[in-house]
């Protein structure tokens, strides 16, 4: 595969994952008030309509200085670069850590976008047992959290350059 068809292969991930993450939040957007819920599955997990003015769940949120959003939107674009960056000087082969990035890249666009343009982000899966409960996250969030998951399964289990290249003794 060329170098040029993993590169459009990678992008086109991202691509998804910001069509989809867009289009979820519009459904809930547009179909459950803010801070109303529907259960799905009774006692595990429910759909919920909720803006997030912080970080990942909800750090910073109550944080009442003028520079969060400009601070979140800054980093957010720092490591949209060096995710692109990454994807585009590694994609000479398919292998799992183009694929993480991919997710990244496009989670990351997902919940930029939000940001620029209301200042929060929206969040609506909810997983939670008893009193217990995981904070809402997004299909952008997951699309990271995947992703950043994929990075570290090449870490641990990956074969390093150096032992991949060399030849195998008889």
Do not use: C
């Not at 000087?89 to 292998?95: F, L, Q, T, V």
């Amino acid at each position: 595969m060329t170098t040029h068809t993993t590169r459009s292969f990678h992008f086109l991930i991202a691509v998804m994952v910001i069509v989809l993450d867009r289009a979820a939040k519009w459904a809930v957007v547009k179909n459950i008030s803010l801070h109303d819920t529907i259960q799905v599955i009774p006692g595990f997990f429910r759909l919920t309509h909720v803006e997030n003015r912080g970080a990942a769940f909800g750090i910073f949120a109550d944080s009442p200085s003028e520079w969060k959003i400009a601070a979140l939107v800054t980093f957010s674009i720092v490591a949209l670069a060096i995710v692109s960056v990454l994807l585009w000087r590694n994609s000479h082969s398919m292998h799992t850590t183009g694929i993480g990035l991919a997710l990244i890249l496009g989670g990351a666009v997902g919940n930029l976008w939000d940001r620029l343009l209301s200042g929060r982000v929206v969040d609506f899966l909810l997983f939670y047992v008893g009193q217990y409960q995981w904070p809402a996250f997004n299909v952008a969030d997951s699309a990271i959290v995947v992703g950043a998951g994929l990075l570290v399964v090449e870490i641990l289990f990956g074969k390093s350059s150096s032992t991949a290249n060399r030849p195998e003794k008889a």
